[in-house]
């Protein structure tokens, strides 16, 4: 099932990942709530697929569903790391 709202762009700083909603809102997330991402590289994050089901980055293994970024969650795979 997908959500009414879809990513229409997706964009990093240092600290956040930015996605652009088709509905004009825009969400900032850590980086830490994503631990897969948070430890890539620059390039690893811009190989994002866009789809009406969320975020998918392939080399990483990482997929992200707008519902979930929309109910404030994070990685739920239980492999998070702790930044030392």
Known sequence: MSSSVNAKNIRFDRDSMWVELSDGRVLGVPLAWFPRLLHSSAAQRK??????HGLHWDELDEDISIAGLLAGLGDLSGNRTVAA
Do not use: N
Request: charged share 15%; glycine share 0%.
């Open 47 to 52: 190989q994002v697929r866009i789809s009406s």
